[in-house]
């Protein structure tokens, strides 16, 4: 049974640094990527970030690039999220999200958000001066 738990998230001044943290049990397949979500006030649910099993593909948000970089460790069965020089506009809740793909090689964050099965229940971010 899949489990994502999130943590790491909390309040900073734009500029600032956050690392998020997704426990993911369950997931022995190299058939699941991990990806990460984020939802703000009265805005649909969208991607940020995902990681193939390998860890060697990644894919970005355009709105992330640059400042954010997603890892996986699949001894510790953890998936992180660095997030860097953030800006009011990263507030959200974020979310850790798994799916079996039958492509394990690549992952997209644009697949939508109904076409990934497992959830977890969500980190708060929140920047301002």
């Known amino acids: 049974q899949v489990q994502l738990v999130e943590s790491g998230g909390g309040s900073v001044q734009p500029g600032g640094s956050l690392r998020l943290s997704c426990a993911a049990s369950g997931i022995d397949s190299g058939y699941y990527i991990i990806g990460w979500f984020r939802q703000a006030p009265g805005k649909e649910r969208e991607g940020v970030s995902c990681?193939?099993?390998?860890?060697?593909?990644?894919d970005y948000a355009d709105s992330v690039k640059g400042r954010f970089t997603i890892s996986r460790d699949n001894v510790e069965k953890m998936v992180y999220l660095q997030m860097d020089n953030l800006k009011p506009e990263d507030t959200a809740v974020y979310y850790c999200a798994a799916r079996l793909t039958p492509n394990p090689g690549t992952c997209s964050i644009s697949t939508t958000p109904g076409r990934w099965s497992y959830w977890g229940q969500g980190t708060q971010v929140t920047v301002s001066s």
């Open positions: 990681i193939t099993y390998s860890g060697r593909r990644t």
